[in-house]
Nanobody, 115 residues
Framework: QVQLVESGGGLVQPGGSLRLSCAASGFTFSTYALNWYRQAPGKERELVAGISSTGRTIKYLDSVKGRFTISRDNAKNTVYLQMNGLKPEDTAVYYC????????WGQGTQVTVSS
């Protein structure tokens, strides 16, 4: 059974940090590209960061460049999103996504940035 389980979300003050994790099981993790998406209320889901299967290609949404870092640990079947300098506009549900010949999604984790 394929599973992507996100964790690490929560409430944080502006300027704070969070580290999201996504633990995968049920498929060959190392062959999949991995992405973090987010969806704020009333907005479309958007790609925040992506990392290739080898880890050599990484991309970021312009608004998070320099603040967020995506990484993967193929030995642990886990992808991370380190988020620093959080802003209220980063508030959203964050979703983990794995893509190769098919796409898998996690259930999402809420990130709220507020004072």
């Amino acid at each position: 059974q394929v599973q992507l389980v996100e964790s690490g979300g929560g409430l944080v003050q502006p300027g704070g940090s969070l580290r999201l994790s996504c633990a995968a099981s049920g498929f060959t993790f190392s062959t999949y590209a991995l992405n973090w998406y987010r969806q704020a209320p009333g907005k479309e889901r958007e790609l925040v960061a992506g990392i290739s299967s080898t880890g050599r290609t990484i991309k970021y949404l312009d608004s998070v460049k320099g603040r967020f870092t995506i990484s993967r640990d193929n030995a642990k079947n886990t992808v991370y999103l380190q988020m620093n300098g959080l802003k209220p506009e980063d508030t959203a549900v964050y979703y983990c996504n794995a893509v190769w010949n098919v796409a898998y999604w996690g259930q999402g984790t809420q990130v709220t940035v507020s004072s």
